[in-house]
């Protein structure tokens, strides 16, 4: 196997540790024993006796999966006179074909922006909920880009200016969990909404965390989960990244209404909440895929926000060059790294196309290009790096993410492209496509941040970059630590 193989497997390998269907039979189990149905959920045990309906909802990449898995596992209780029925916004392109859950297409694929069939999602979703009663038990399948698949702007603002802000944030380099807070005061469906509206006597959320940390109001901006954000906390980042007001007035006037409202809470609702995978999960199932071919790994699932695409594309270069030139047969030589970084965006008449892995990867090769010819010659031979998103989706583009290869370099050669002009315009996507460095996976059905992997050959201790370190990097075990 080549390194470019053996990468692209490891960060497979990954990402099928994340798939909803092998997360949701791990932690939900059906029990039937005689007259008797239990349910377990996340290690807590319902008897199916004390409901009629089993009601499921949900938003997010992976959740048709989800649902799809535990339609598997809840069937047999139709036949024992229980109805499932519900309602789970979806992205186009992630559809699977679902008996009793009914799905809705909330936006295109490859297109991660609120839509008007997202908002009559969300209002079909609420109106369920609301339509509960006390012998119904409701699971809430939440994964990530559920934000995008439940829009609910309330009253005094529109869809177009909910867009507005996601666009202008986004491109400011405001991190996920910045954006979710200002998106869940004005929402009617976020900040722990939907749950708001619930009337059911039980609310079970499953979780698949795209957010680092898993801070669960932050995940899907938090629709069945209690905030413990405010208004004021909404302001305050738009007075960060929006300190001229250029957004439109009325995005202040709906969160300066709410400043001291409180949101009422349903009456004997019990809820539970299990996270079932997140990034960790997926990085250390790439781990053991690369110990299985051989690899000293090591690895880091961060649990904050990481900074810019371009500094984390650069620090991963550093780190390949010094497991590339290690003098030790002990040290690592294989990476494995998991994150979301923020790109920022260049002006809108200069700036390309791409997302925030492409732009990394472009960030890690101009970072090479810096490096001695002895030690670049090397990187183009031994080192492959890859950055794709576990969704299989990477900004408003079909790639899933980008990689450097001895392929990349070759092509690259003969391109003639300057990569730093690519870089500074935000323009990985083309950059890529030109030579070969694009990787297209499709929707995978997932969505836990993203998964990065460097390989590399170690080169002999009288290579003649042997004794180059290169700057302000770590050393790998530190990544190891972490």
Avoid at 136 to 146: E, P
């Amino acid at each position: 196997m080549t390194l470019t193989e053996d990468a692209l497997a490891i960060w497979s390998r990954g990402v099928d540790g994340v798939r909803p269907q092998r997360l949701i039979q791990e932690q939900v189990q059906l029990t039937i024993t005689g007259q008797t149905s239990l349910l377990k959920i996340g290690g807590r045990s319902f008897r199916c006796s004390d409901f009629d309906r089993l009601v499921v909802i949900g938003a997010g990449k992976a959740t048709a999966a989800m649902a799809a898995s535990l339609e598997a596992i809840l069937e047999p209780l139709v036949a024992r006179g229980l109805t499932i029925t519900g309602i789970i916004s979806i992205p186009e392109g992630t559809e699977v074909p679902l008996r009793f859950v009914r799905s809705l297409c909330g936006r295109p694929a490859g297109k991660n922006e609120p839509t008007p069939a997202g908002v009559e999602a969300a209002r079909a979703m609420v109106r369920l909920v609301e339509q509960c009663g006390p012998r119904d038990l409701v699971l809430a399948l939440i994964s990530g880009g559920g934000s995008a698949l439940l829009p609910l702007p309330l009253p005094g603002l529109s869809l177009a200016d909910k867009l507005e802000v996601t666009r202008f944030l986004s491109a400011a380099g405001a991190p996920i969990e910045a954006l979710n807070v200002v998106r869940k005061h004005l929402s009617g469906i976020k900040g722990g909404k939907l749950a708001a509206a619930c009337r059911a006597g039980v609310l079970v959320t499953l979780v698949l965390s795209d957010v680092l940390g898993d801070p669960l109001d932050l995940i899907a901006s938090g629709p069945t989960i209690p905030d413990t954000s405010s208004p004021q906390d909404a302001l305050q980042v738009l007075a960060r990244f929006d300190p001229q007001q250029q957004l439109p007035r009325s995005v202040y006037k709906v969160l300066e209404r709410q400043i001291g409202m409180s949101l009422e809470q349903p009456r004997g609702l019990r809820r539970e909440v299990f996270v079932i995978g997140n990034n960790a999960v997926a990085v250390d199932a790439a781990a053991i895929e690369a110990e299985r071919r051989g690899y000293r790994h090591a690895m880091s699932s961060s649990r904050r926000s990481e900074g810019t695409a371009q500094w984390v594309g650069e620090h991963l270069a550093e780190m390949g060059i010094a497991m590339l030139i290690s003098h030790s047969a002990e040290d690592p030589n294989c990476l494995i790294t998991g994150g979301e970084p923020v790109v920022h965006l260049a002006p809108v008449e200069v700036r390309g196309q791409g997302g925030r892995n492409q732009q990394l990867v472009l960030a890690a090769v101009c970072r090479f290009l810096r490096e001695p010819h002895s030690i670049l010659r090397a990187v183009q031979e031994d080192l492959v790096l890859l950055s794709l998103g576990t969704d299989g989706e990477d900004g408003p583009t079909d790639a899933a993410g980008a990689m450097i290869s001895k392929h990349f370099w070759d092509q690259w050669a003969r391109s003639g492209l300057d990569p730093y002009d690519y870089l500074q315009r935000n323009d990985a996507y083309h950059f890529f496509a030109q030579t070969g460095g694009l990787i297209r996976t499709g929707p995978t059905g997932t969505n836990v941040c993203d998964l990065r992997v460097v390989l590399c050959r170690p080169q002999s201790d009288h290579h003649p970059g042997a004794d180059h370190h290169p700057g302000a990097s770590a050393e790998p075990e530190e990544i190891a630590e972490e």
